[in-house]
């Protein structure tokens, strides 16, 4: 079935440094991929949409300068937190629906985030 | 209000035992529903679709009634290994695309 990649699993990065993480989709062309974050004991919460080629689509409260989502193909998505502070550590998710995925929408394994 | 509310539980619940989750949602515009599995600390994974008309797999049966906006989960003969937090998960159209809403989940603990 379909599979969708997520790294790094786990990241502890400094304070006021940039972290990448990247999503990707191992055997289907993803056109829409979902970043959300989930703190402990909460739920998880979107945080944009993404369409390859084009701009992501921000929820509200997110700062799209902070978050930066790249989607420039149909395999790969990555989302930057920059200059990350201790209050944006937190368990980050992509998901992934492609054409040939129907509405089924794959999750990646996430990416736990600590910021020190 | 939430768009998609759970009551967080714990459920403990004893093996074998018979336990019921809700779930309500607010926007009547949603199109289709699920329940998802999280175990701690990993990601969410597919439990069931929802329809109307009930879904039953082995143990675990849902059930939409779109009229009320409830969705429900039922799980029997509970197993150890059921212990997860359970998230309801709605998914709605909007301008950028079918997005999922999830609700705060469920948490179940089973014990021996």
């Known amino acids: 079935g379909a599979v969708v990649s997520q790294h790094p699993s786990w990241v502890i990065c400094k304070s006021g440094t940039s972290v990448k993480i990247e999503c990707r989709s191992l055997?289907?062309?993803?056109?829409?991929m979902f970043w959300y974050r989930q703190f402990p004991k909460q739920s998880l919460m979107l945080m944009a949409t993404s369409n390859e080629g084009s701009k992501a689509t921000y929820e509200q409260g997110v700062e799209k300068d902070k978050f930066l989502i790249n989607h420039a193909s149909l395999t790969l998505s990555t989302l930057t937190v920059t200059s990350a502070h201790p209050e944006d550590s937190s368990f980050y998710i992509c998901?992934?629906?492609?054409?040939?995925?129907?509405?089924?929408?794959?999750f990646g394994e996430g990416s736990w985030l600590t910021v020190v | 209000r939430k768009e998609v509310e759970q009551d967080p539980g714990p459920f403990n619940v004893p093996e074998g035992a018979t336990v019921a989750f809700n779930c309500t949602y607010s926007?009547?515009?949603?199109?289709?529903f699920f329940w998802y599995r999280q175990d701690c600390r990993k990601e969410p994974k597919l439990l069931m679709s929802?329809?109307?008309s009930g879904n039953e797999d082995g143990r675990f049966t849902a059930q939409l009634n779109r009229a009320s906006q409830y969705i429900s989960l039922l799980i029997r003969d509970s197993k150890l290994s059921d212990s997860a937090t359970y998230l309801c998960v709605v998914n709605t159209r909007r301008n950028a695309g079918n997005m999922l809403t999830f609700g705060g989940g469920t948490r179940l603990m089973v014990k021996p």
């Open positions: 929802v329809y109307s």
């Open positions: 926007n009547s515009a949603s199109q289709s």
């Open positions: 055997d289907f062309q993803a056109t829409t």
């Open positions: 998901s992934a629906r492609g054409t040939s995925s129907g509405n089924t929408i794959y």
